[in-house]
């Protein structure tokens, strides 16, 4: 697992791992570690952080870990990402990434795409479900990708390739700590937008939304690793 600070941190998906047993090594970019040069597990997963990748001059571990994704994919191993790191798997398999249209922050639903295919793994997934988002850039599809959610904000919330790589703009893993460490270090307020909630609709949200959505990558997670 990849994770590239201290606020964007795998969330629920460490406690899903552990529930099952799955041994796993946290790679901490913040803390200087540096990415692996081959693949050395059955999964990679790369979680979030305020990187725009379209922007010039990445920070220096942006090519390194795209180069790792290209090295799992050739390998037929699974890859999953969620937010920043699914930026990460679309521009590593050569799709373009860039600002989206509108900033999006806070609870809003996304919904299953009508042509996202009948696998058993996303026939799985909820039709529709109220998510956290915190992003104001995007990600085109990669080749071969399925579509599989949108939201009214964002065109491209999430895509499969082959059941077996895996993205989400949003972010299902986060926990009440993690929105908490949201509102502290990047709180949305000055950001103007017709889908950038207050502090406190957010707040809200929490209680209505949070159980769900970690119920939902659980659920999701779960059968995903049992592929």
Not at 1 to 12: E, K, L, R
Not at 109 to 115: C, G, H, I, L, Q
Not at 146 to 171: E, K, M, P
Not at 204 to 221: A, E, S
Request: hydrophobic share 35%; proline share 6%.
């Amino acid at each position: 697992m990849i994770q590239h600070t201290a606020v964007d941190s795998p969330g629920i998906t460490s406690d899903v791992l552990d529930q099952n047993q799955v041994e796993t090594k946290l790679i901490r970019i913040d803390r200087g570690d540096q990415i692996p040069t081959q693949v050395e597990s059955d999964v990679l997963m790369t979680f979030g952080g305020p990187v725009s990748l379209h922007l010039p001059n990445p920070p220096p571990w942006v090519e390194p870990e795209r180069e790792l994704i290209r090295q799992y994919a050739k390998h037929g191993r699974r890859v999953f990402g969620i937010c920043l790191g699914s930026q990460l798997i679309a521009s590593a398999l050569g799709a373009k990434t860039g600002p989206n249209t509108d900033p999006e922050f806070g609870w809003h639903a996304v919904d299953r795409v009508n042509n996202s295919g009948q696998s058993k793994l996303v026939s799985e997934l909820p039709s529709q479900i109220t998510a956290l988002h915190w992003h104001q850039n995007t990600f085109e599809l990669p080749n071969e990708a399925t579509h599989l959610y949108q939201s009214d904000a964002c065109t491209n919330q999430a895509f499969s390739i082959d059941d077996r790589i895996i993205g989400f703009q949003f972010h299902p893993e986060a926990t009440a700590k993690t929105i908490d460490y949201y509102l502290k270090f990047a709180n949305p307020s000055r950001i103007l937008g017709r889908y950038v909630q207050t502090a406190d609709q957010i707040r809200q949200g929490v209680t209505k939304h949070l159980k769900n959505q970690n119920q939902m990558l659980q659920r999701f997670l779960e059968s995903w690793l049992k592929l």
